[in-house]
């Protein structure tokens, strides 16, 4: 249920271009992302659970995420590529947890402001 297209919104993914600093152009995708609220990740991750968002799909959906890559969530990238993504609000924060028929990926905003969107 929680992978319904209905669910989907939009964000854009910039790779990390492998040992290097900078990233692929935004690639659009629409996934199932919410912020983090149940007890056990309030509990796992302190005050700053608000600063986390859950991106809930299939392994295929997730195997194009890896740890560093930055989104531009609630933030639209810039029109003239930046290779730094000075601009992206979240990163990838660890690799993607998969089960047999399941993903999560966790974002993590990148500014300091400690809010829900």
Do not use: W
Request: proline letters at 7%; aromatic letters at 10%.
């Amino acid at each position: 249920m929680i992978c319904l297209k209905r669910n989907k919104r939009g964000f854009y993914l910039c790779k990390k271009i492998p040992n290097s600093t900078k990233f692929d152009k935004p690639m659009f995708y629409k996934l199932n992302y919410q912020p983090t609220n149940s007890v056990g990740e309030r509990l796992t991750l302190g005050e700053d659970y608000t600063m986390y968002l859950k991106i809930k799909c299939t392994p295929n959906e997730a195997s194009n995420f890896n740890n560093g890559d930055k989104c531009y969530v609630y933030k639209n990238p810039p029109i003239t590529h930046d290779p730094l993504c000075k601009e992206a609000d979240y990163i990838v924060n660890g690799n993607p947890i998969s089960t047999i028929n399941q993903s999560e990926i966790r974002l993590r905003k990148l500014s300091g402001k400690n809010e829900n969107h």
